[in-house]
């Protein structure tokens, strides 16, 4: 009955993709992207460093512009490096 809890919506969606992928990947539970353990780590420092740790600098509140911009000057790089000829231009 788990399925009409959440058959609605992005919710529905997302429910509807991890219940596809564990019907594909049986059991198997790691990632298959091989830098999964160096994008996850990447995220986790950009989420940190602009969300739970953010302090605002020269009165720079958080806005979408601030965190684009530290995003693509903080954390773009790294990415890019981890994917290499995988990043997507």
Request: glycine fraction near 6%; aromatic fraction near 12%.
């Amino acid at each position: 009955k788990l399925p009409q809890v959440f058959d609605q919506g992005w919710v529905g969606d997302i429910f509807k993709v991890s219940v596809e992928q564990i019907t594909l990947n049986e059991l198997t539970t790691v990632p298959l992207v091989k830098t999964y353990a160096e994008l996850s780590q990447n995220v986790i420092d950009a989420w940190y460093g602009l969300c739970v740790e953010y302090k605002e600098t020269d009165g720079e509140p958080m806005n979408f512009a601030t965190m684009k911009m530290r995003l693509a000057s903080d954390y773009l790089d790294k990415q890019k490096e981890v994917l290499g000829g995988d990043y997507p231009q």
